[in-house]
């Protein structure tokens, strides 16, 4: 019997197994890493491929089966099987990630993934379809959004493989896709706290224009708090660097995906919109003065490329503004 709540859907047909095998480009020197190797299907064939597979598997009983499959055969040396969840699991070296993965630990595994030292080559990996083209949405596309940012600012994404339902037993609610993800080298640097703080405010009303966003009082006097502490402590120019988990953390918007932004940009407009100005502090006509530098009053999230995301949060640290 399979556990929903672990997301085990087996892949059952082989012909699709050997299809992601063949576009993961696997070479005989490979250490693979796979997580969530259930009973074994795509295990066999890696084991084919590569030099190593090490596999994270959080269901003892499913760790039990695969060791049976593979101990007396020629596969048995090449395999390493890790017991555990795999988001709470440091990970190995590995050249390579081919994985049918539980979908509710998507977005945390890639970026544990991507931020995972040294960079692998790429992972191969399945989503829930809806994912897969968040990852791989471009500037103007109805999906594009703070999770495409954040990951397109680590890695190129490209769509492999639609998936139908029934390629899996028992087939899941959703169709997925595989994805292929390949880290930037050498990887764009960010202060990671600074970036999400920023990218939040971005998307928090992404069909706004860029004026309109940075003109509500809470986000002005967010910032201003910020610019206020920074002053006082006189160290304009250095941000927090460091890790944040709650970078990864998109249950706020991206991932419910239910959920129609233009439809929910109307309900934060009467609550908070433009028509409440309040003094038109000095603040604020940093802020707008920052906006204008660059042209960006009339943009609009959902259109910008990750450079113009980039290049408007260096304008603003420029001027002394900062989101953390
Ligand atoms: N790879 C197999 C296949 O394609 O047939 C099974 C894929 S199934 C979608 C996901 C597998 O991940 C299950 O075996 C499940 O027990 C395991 N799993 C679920 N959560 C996990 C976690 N947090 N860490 C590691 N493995 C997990």
New binding site residues.
């Given amino acids: 019997s399979f556990?929903k709540s672990?997301?085990?859907?087996?892949?059952?047909n082989p012909l699709l197994?050997d299809s992601i095998v063949q576009k993961s480009g696997i070479k005989s020197t490979d250490v693979i890493l796979?997580?969530?190797?259930?009973?074994?299907?795509?295990?066999k064939k890696l084991l084919e491929c590569g030099k190593m597979v090490i596999a994270?598997?959080?269901?003892p009983r499913?760790v039990l089966e695969l060791q049976r499959r593979f101990q007396d055969t020629p596969y048995s040396s090449r395999l390493k099987v890790i017991q555990?969840?795999?988001?709470k699991?440091e990970l190995p070296y590995f050249d390579i990630c081919v994985?049918?993965?539980?979908?509710?630990?998507s977005s945390p595994l890639t970026f544990k993934l991507l931020n995972h030292q040294p960079a692998f080559r790429c992972a191969i990996i399945?989503f829930q379809r809806e994912f897969a083209m968040r990852l791989v949405a471009q500037p103007g596309d109805k999906l594009y959004c703070r999770l495409t940012v954040n990951t397109q600012l680590l890695a190129r994404v490209s769509h492999l493989l639609k998936v139908g339902k029934n390629n899996?037993r028992p087939p899941p609610k959703v169709d997925s896709s595989v994805v292929r993800i390949e880290p930037r080298k050498p990887r764009i640097e960010v202060k990671q706290k600074e970036w999400d703080g920023f990218l939040r405010i971005c998307f928090n009303r992404k069909n706004k224009t860029l004026g309109s966003i940075f003109r509500q009082k809470s986000v002005l006097s967010l910032l201003e708090k910020n610019y206020k502490t920074l002053c006082s402590l006189n160290i304009l120019q250095e941000g927090s660097a460091g890790n944040d988990d709650s970078a990864f953390d998109y249950s706020n918007e991206d991932q419910s995906m239910e959920v129609d932004e233009d439809g929910d940009d109307e309900e934060m407009d009467m609550e908070d919109g433009d028509a409440e100005e309040g003094e038109a502090s000095e603040f604020k006509g940093k802020v707008m003065g920052v906006l204008k530098e660059g042209d960006f009053e009339e943009k609009r999230s959902s259109k910008l490329t990750l450079q113009e995301f980039l290049y408007l949060l260096s304008l603003f640290n420029k001027a002394g503004i900062h989101f953390s």
């Fill in positions: 556990h672990k997301g085990q859907h087996i892949l059952k197994v796979e997580i969530g190797p259930g009973t074994g299907n795509l295990t994270v598997e959080l269901d499913m555990g969840d795999v988001l699991t994985a049918n993965i539980p979908y509710q630990i399945m899996f």
